[in-house]
């Protein structure tokens, strides 16, 4: 129980398109949703909290504008990177917290590999 | 300073051997603790998680928690070749959001 599915796991994409990644929780409802971006060799670090039917509250320094977060259901979270340019390149993790928790536990996607060339 | 900090090694150990990763925080608030596995270009996986201070353990895996002195240890007994990967320790307030360590590599050679 508790998978989180994350799709695409790999994208390549040119600089000034945009990408969309997509986080379901197959077997739970999740109200809250988490995107991460994390760097070669360095932790995980939370880019937004994303609630179903309502705005994503970010963490300072990421552009809300550049990053857009819907969460239009209990069980689906998109992250869109617009406009996407080479320092965007990352690896992009989700994680879904179920609705209802007991274990107060986020279950973790597998992430998605964004190279913009 | 911040606020969680974990040696990001690497760590490299013989098959069988006790493996000891630790991680030191500075916010006194942090009452849940966990520990994740993450193998290479994977999502994190949940190993342990406590609450407050004390021992728990799992099969292989021991965590212990120290909350007096913002101290959080994982051991791993017997280890194998397929405990490589990057350890994170993570904690919490009674919010949601996780507060990561860098991660410590570690490799288990046969």
């Known amino acids: 129980g508790a998978v989180v599915s994350q799709h695409p796991s790999w994208v390549i994409c040119k600089s000034g398109t945009s990408v969309k990644i997509e986080c379901r929780s197959l077997?739970?409802?999740?109200?809250?949703m988490f995107w991460y971006r994390q760097f070669p060799k360095q932790s995980l670090m939370l880019m937004a909290t994303s609630n179903e039917g309502s705005k994503a509250t970010y963490e300072q320094g990421v552009e809300k504008d550049k990053f857009l977060i819907n969460h239009a259901s209990l069980t689906l979270s998109t992250l869109t990177v617009t406009s996407a340019h080479p320092e965007d390149s990352s690896f992009y993790i989700c994680?879904?917290?179920?609705?209802?928790?007991?274990?107060?536990?986020?279950?973790f996607g597998a992430g998605t590999r964004l190279s913009v060339l | 300073q911040k606020e969680v900090e974990q040696d990001p090694g690497p760590l490299s150990v013989p098959e069988g051997a006790i493996v000891s990763l630790n991680c030191t925080y500075s916010?006194?608030?942090?009452?849940?603790f966990m520990w994740y596995r993450q193998y290479s270009r994977k999502g994190p996986e949940l190993l342990m998680y406590t609450y407050s201070s004390g021992n728990k353990e799992d099969g292989r895996f021991t965590a212990q928690v120290d909350k007096s002195s913002k101290y959080i240890s994982l051991f791993i007994r017997d280890s194998q070749p397929s405990d490589s990967a990057t350890y994170l320790c993570?904690?919490?307030?009674?919010?949601?959001?996780?507060?990561f360590g860098a991660g410590t590599t570690v490799t288990v050679r046969a």
């Open positions: 916010n006194s608030a942090f009452q849940y």
């Open positions: 077997d739970f409802q999740a109200t809250t």
């Open positions: 993570a904690m919490r307030v009674n919010d949601y959001k996780l507060s």
């Open positions: 994680s879904a917290l179920p609705l209802g928790p007991i274990k107060n536990i986020q279950y």
